[in-house]
């Protein structure tokens, strides 16, 4: 049987971050995909513009992870300037939009993806694709589909979540690691749209349009950004960054603020109770757009009053999130617990994880890159040192 010192299970930007940290410690890798080549989600991550980390306050930064005590540190063992300076190596150069999320000049994956594997090569770090991981058994031998058993003396399991899951990270593995008594909590979406039961006079008006400059609720947080109607409910950036607090509702909903910069007395003022609908001289004076006019249509008003506080606290019930493939990552994963500070399992010693298959949330702006190659970092460093 084959030896191997580090063993990495999966291709993705954890799994080749850790691979590139082992490799530049002096240790012979070698990576194990699934699927035909590497680098499928971080291909998909670039085709809307790779945003590869965001440049806010580092404190700030830290608060937008959800689950473990590890982030502050983990975070600072490879902070976005780090991940810059990383890009920078590789010849790719970055910017930082006036959103704070940080890209590289070409807003595209493919050339990062390219110079990352000229560098891999050059580590000697040995990539075998179609190598469809089945089981860990005692002695650290992993076995494949169609494909020989191999011995390790550290792995990193680098598999993903279950979203995307035609680029392979498909939350397949949970079944297997729960049959080797590792704690996981179940794999949820995360970064998702939301069904509601919209009326057919609202998907007329509105299906497809955005609804900007409005602040939404739910669960006691609040976030300024926008919406978009969809034929089967919401997306957009506040309600993916709501996920965690819609998750834990009994009843999801959220409550939207359709103009955050008046007070209801400010909105019954600037009416001027001439003649005419109430609902239309609103809309026209308070400049409503079409979705937000839609939706509000929905109920009948007396007076300015009740449609002033409706427009501040529109209250929209969920149904459900959208299935976790479509989603733009995924919560849960292997609980914390099950981990020490080097990310490697309590109680399989030499078993590193990283990425997305542990239990952890955060939104999208450049968080979720920026967690793959902080845990990659970690877990790559530690097998390297668990094999010295």
Not at 364 to 369: D, I, K, V
């Amino acid at each position: 049987m084959e030896q191997i010192e580090v063993a990495i299970i999966g291709g993705g930007p954890a799994g080749l971050r850790a691979a590139e940290v082992a490799a530049s410690a002096g240790r012979k890798v070698v990576v194990f995909d699934g699927k035909p080549s590497v680098g499928r989600k971080f291909l998909v991550a670039g085709k809307g513009g790779l945003n590869l980390t965001h440049g806010e306050n580092f404190d700030q930064f830290t608060t937008r992870y959800c689950g473990g005590a590890l982030w502050e540190e983990l975070l600072r063992d490879f902070d976005p300037q780090a991940l810059r300076e990383w890009a920078h190596s590789l010849g790719q150069e970055t910017f930082q939009a006036s959103s704070g999320r940080i890209y590289p000049r070409s807003l595209k994956g493919a050339p990062l993806l390219r110079a990352w594997l000229g560098r891999l090569k050059e580590l000697g770090v040995d990539i075998r694709p179609r190598h469809l991981w089945c089981s860990l058994e005692r002695g650290m031998i992993l076995n494949f589909q169609d494909q020989p058993s191999v011995q390790a003396k550290a792995i990193v399991f680098a598999m993903g979540g279950a979203s995307w899951p035609k680029t392979g990270s498909d939350g397949a593995w949970v079944e297997s690691f729960s049959k080797m008594n590792i704690g996981c909590t179940d794999l949820a979406a995360s970064n998702c749209g939301w069904e509601c039961d919209w009326t057919p006079e609202i998907l007329t008006a509105a299906e497809g349009l955005p609804i900007k400059n409005i602040c939404v609720s739910a669960g006691g947080k609040s976030l300024s950004g926008e919406l978009l109607v969809t034929r089967y409910g919401l997306e957009g950036g506040t309600i993916y960054a709501l996920g965690q607090q819609l998750r834990a509702m009994s009843r999801p909903a959220i409550n939207i603020d359709f103009k955050p910069t008046f007070s209801v007395e400010q909105l019954v003022a600037k009416l001027d109770y001439g003649k005419g609908n109430l609902f239309r001289r609103a809309s026209k004076l308070w400049k409503l757009s079409e979705p937000a006019a839609a939706i509000l249509s929905r109920k009948s008003y007396r007076n300015g009053v009740e449609l002033a506080m409706e427009t501040k606290h529109c209250e929209i019930p969920l149904n459900c999130p959208r299935p976790i493939a479509e989603a733009i990552s995924s919560a849960g994963g292997v609980r914390w617990d099950e981990l020490d500070e080097k990310l490697m399992l309590v109680g399989i010693p030499g078993v590193f994880l990283c990425g997305e298959m542990i239990d952890w949330d955060a939104p999208t702006g450049g968080y979720l890159l920026q967690a793959a190659f902080a845990t990659g970092t970690r877990a790559g460093r530690e097998a390297a040192a668990y094999v010295a």
